[in-house]
Nanobody, 120 residues
Framework: QVQLVESGGGLVQPGGSLNLSCAAS????????MAWYRQTPGKQRELVAS???????NYADSVKGRFTIFRDNAKNTVYLQMNSLKPEDTAVYYC??????????????WGQGTQVTVSS
């Protein structure tokens, strides 16, 4: 079994910062991509940022220049540093990992989600 455990959400004022983290644990053979998605009520889940193993980060246009994703491969952990937060960044943020549990089995896993609220 694989678990993704997120932490770091909360309430912040516009212009403020928050840092999210997500640690993957369990039977992990290798991790390809770790990513952050977000979702608001009535809308589809959208990609915020992704980081492939050994590759370059990819960001949604709405967060470019404000958010930074980075990974600690030794800890199977992905982070999302969020600066200059706006009310429209309010959402439940989900961690995602595309990984193998064995040499033959690959699938995506999701965290439980963490609420980020940007409000004065």
């Amino acid at each position: 079994q694989v678990q993704l455990v997120e932490s770091g959400g909360g309430l912040v004022q516009p212009g403020g910062s928050l840092n999210l983290s997500c640690a993957a644990s369990g039977s992990i053979f290798s991790i390809y991509v770790m990513a952050w998605y977000r979702q608001t009520p009535g809308k589809q889940r959208e990609l915020v940022a992704s980081m492939p193993s050994g590759g370059s980060a990819n960001y949604a246009d709405s967060v470019k220049g404000r958010f930074t994703i980075f990974r600690d491969n030794a800890k199977n952990t992905v982070y999302l540093q969020m600066n200059s937060l706006k009310p429209e960044d309010t959402a439940v943020y989900y961690c995602n990992a595309d990984l193998r549990t064995t040499a033959w089995y690959r699938r995506e896993y999701w965290g439980q989600g963490t609420q980020v609220t940007v409000s004065s």
